[in-house]
Structure formats: C-alpha cells, structure tokens
C-alpha cells in the first residue's frame, strides 16, 4: 500500500518569510496530492492540491511542486501571516474518478512568529 | 463551514455502552468516508462508501460497524469500545466522478472511558 512521509514535524518562522512543508510518497501509481490545513477544534480543509500531469500549481500565496520522478511534493507558503499558524497534513490517493480513500502524511505543525 | 457535518462533536461512552456517529452532507456528493485521526499518528482510512455500497474496510475491528443509508448520510455505530479507541472520528465526501477532493467535517471527539 501507499505509505507517505512529511517533514518537518514542526516548522516555526517569521511572519513575512517563507514555510517549506515536504512530503514523499511510495505508490507509483498514485496521482493525486492534496494538501489539507487543520486549525484547533476543525476538521482539514483542503487548500490545494495538484495531479500527477502537471509540475507546479500556484494559488495566492501558497504553491504546491510535484517530482513525480523522485515521488516527493512539496507545500510553499510565501509572505506567512498568523492566520497560517496551523497544523498542515499531506496526502496522496488517485483521482481517475470512483471514490479512494487518501493516505496521509504524520502532520507539520507551522507556527508564524510575530 | 465545508457543507459536511457531524453529530455529536463530543462523545464520551463506557465500554459496555453502545452509541452511533452521524455525518451529513449537503454538497451533492457520492462518496463518503470515515477516517480515524488519533494523536501523534495519521488520519486513517477506516471505511469508503461508493453510491451507498462498501467499497472499502481498512481492515476495522468489527466493534466499528458503518451504515449508508443514502449518499447524504453516514453513520458509524460504536459497541464494545476499547479506551485506545479515543480519538477524533472524521468523515469526508466526495464526487465520485472526476478528481478525488474530500471534503472534511469538524469531526466527533471520542473518549472511552
């Protein structure tokens, strides 16, 4: 089965600078990664994802690259405000259509410093 | 607010009790999911639901049986529960054609005491 590893477990920056969240994955097969934002008390919201036919997907101030080649992704946040502080999961699933579960990643915790 | 919604939000049972989780969705989707998020650990998948019909049980003890009624609604009935089974409960939906993007509720906190 998928097996997906992110790091780090927790990051901590200045508000204003950049937050790089990694993630590998182990199934050749899959070709769908989202990335999930769960804050205190909510479930994960999806705030964006890519598939396996493109490299890079930019939206706002967050981007997601792909290398399918090496099977990792990663998550960029650009120009971080306190409202990211958050706990940020990765995952990897299929998308060609039927319902599959996703398998996740551990979780970073991203902490924005004042 | 993410059109998927779950009751109770908070849970706390014994081990001899019996009780159920209920999730609804009002985003017109076809599948929906149950997922286990315990501390320190991934979320995982416990179970999938295609057109009402069980495509997936991730190797869950039988102490955990789900019922899917329609496609709006999922329900996660609990017996027999062991204090290790403490976690959030989180169910997701999704189109089943096209891309895959769940979409999650606020969950249900469990505490088996």
């Known amino acids: 089965g998928e097996n997906v590893e992110q790091h780090p477990s927790t990051l901590s920056v200045q508000e204003g600078d950049s937050a790089v969240i990694k993630c590998t994955y182990s199934?050749?097969?899959?070709?769908?990664f989202p990335w999930y934002k769960q804050e205190l008390g909510k479930g994960p919201q999806l705030i964006i994802d890519?598939?396996?036919?493109?490299g890079e997907k930019k939206d706002q101030r967050i981007a997601v690259t792909l290398n399918k080649t090496a099977k990792h992704f990663s998550l960029h946040i650009t120009e971080t405000q306190p409202e990211d502080s958050a706990v940020y999961f990765c995952?990897?699933?299929?998308?060609?259509?039927?319902?599959?579960?996703?398998?996740f990643g551990k979780g970073t915790h991203l902490i924005i410093q004042p | 607010e993410t059109g998927v919604t779950q009751t109770p939000r908070h849970l706390v049972m014994g081990m001899t009790n019996k009780k159920s989780l209920k999730c609804e969705q009002h985003?017109?989707?076809?599948?929906m999911y149950w997922y286990k998020q315990s501390a320190k650990k991934p979320l995982e998948l416990m179970f999938v639901?295609?057109?009402?019909?069980?495509?997936e049980n991730n190797s869950v003890p039988s102490r955990f049986s789900p019922e899917c009624p329609n496609s709006s609604h999922l329900f996660l009935h609990l017996h027999t529960l062991q204090p290790e089974d403490s976690a959030l409960y989180l169910c997701?939906?999704?189109?089943?054609?096209?891309?895959?993007?769940?979409?999650f509720g606020p969950g249900t906190r469990l505490t088996v005491t």
């Open positions: 997701a939906s999704s189109q089943v054609s096209g891309s895959n993007e769940q979409y």
């Open positions: 199934d050749s097969a899959s070709n769908y």
């Open positions: 890519i598939r396996s036919n493109v």
């Open positions: 995952a990897a699933g299929n998308s060609g259509g039927g319902a599959d579960g996703l398998t």
């Open positions: 985003l017109g989707h076809n599948a």
């Open positions: 639901y295609n057109f009402k019909e069980q495509t």
